[in-house]
């Protein structure tokens, strides 16, 4: 449901990544979290998909053809969906 990497579901307190309540609730936890450090839903949706780290290193969203596809499809969702 949620992207989210063992060491991440870890730190947020998630037991059972395939639990989808605890699944879910970590990611938004996380996203949360992103959302305060990041101050831009661009840089935060980036960061849950390519890790904070890379988004820091490159000052904004990495230039990953994975990274740069999947902020535009969350954008484009959150338009569709508003």
């Not at 998630?14 to 936890?29: H, K, L």
Request: aromatic share 10%; proline share 7%; net charge positive.
């Amino acid at each position: 449901l949620m992207q989210l990497m063992p060491k991440t579901a870890e730190s947020l307190g998630v037991r059972d990544p395939f639990d989808p309540e605890e699944n879910i609730n970590g990611g938004v936890q996380y996203l949360k979290d992103l959302l305060g450090e990041f101050r831009s839903k661009e840089k935060a949706v980036a960061a849950y998909n390519a890790g904070p780290g890379a988004v820091k290193r490159y000052g904004g969203i990495p230039p990953y053809d994975e990274t740069k596809k999947y902020v535009e499809k969350v954008k484009k969702l959150y338009v569709d969906f508003k």
